[in-house]
């Protein structure tokens, strides 16, 4: 199974002090200054819609949010473009570019340290029903891939994973771990020998 267009979804801790607007202003910074490896275009405003994507950076290859859905606040990076590679790579990529963009929230002085990532759990979905369907026999394939990647970003800790079973839904899964870990060290557990992120 070829797994494309990921998403990945960093939970965040004590999302009821979000302050949307200053998120807002920040992302038209990281447009203006085209902070990220993708070509960023708008900023959507969806914060009336309930248990929805709430604040949406627009870009070319992927989209970047602060979103609410299923009514869990979390930084989500919706990879759009394909890129060349293993599932891992891919899983890599995603996962990268997602803790890379909480990293910057977290750092940035106009939010007044109330944005930042639990540490603990993530959700990857793989928004491409055609390649993965949200099956039992899809579940089974991405088994060994997810525990591979989980042990990459996790290193040592203690995680779980729960997959996302309603067949409503895109395929999906729930990683968290048993301890909170820096997002710079989540990174540089993500750090490969020769990664390959190219974009097909």
Request: glycine fraction near 6%; include cysteine.
């Amino acid at each position: 199974m070829e797994l494309q267009h990921l998403n990945v979804k960093l939970l965040l801790e004590n999302s009821q002090d979000l302050d949307l607007d200053a998120i807002v202003n920040v992302f038209h910074g990281w447009i203006q200054e085209q902070l990220c490896e993708e070509l960023l275009l708008d900023v959507a405003d969806y914060r009336h819609v309930h248990h929805g994507p709430g604040v949406v950076l627009i870009g070319h290859e992927a989209d970047y949010a602060i979103d609410n859905t299923d009514g869990r606040w979390g930084i989500r990076y919706n990879r759009k473009a394909a890129v060349a590679g293993s599932n891992q790579d891919r899983l890599i990529q995603t996962a990268r570019a997602g803790l890379l963009a909480a990293q910057r929230l977290q750092q940035d002085t106009r939010l007044n340290g109330k944005c930042n990532f639990d540490g603990r759990e993530i959700e990857l979905i793989v928004n491409d029903r055609l390649l993965a369907p949200n099956t039992p026999e899809a579940r089974q394939l991405l088994q060994a891939e997810i525990h591979s990647f989980a042990q990459t970003l996790f290193g040592t800790a203690e995680y779980s994973v729960t997959f996302q079973t309603d067949p409503r839904k895109l395929s999906g899964v729930r990683i968290q771990a048993e301890q909170r870990t820096a997002t710079d060290i989540l990174l540089q557990n993500l750090i490969q020998p020769s990664p390959n992120y190219d974009v097909l």
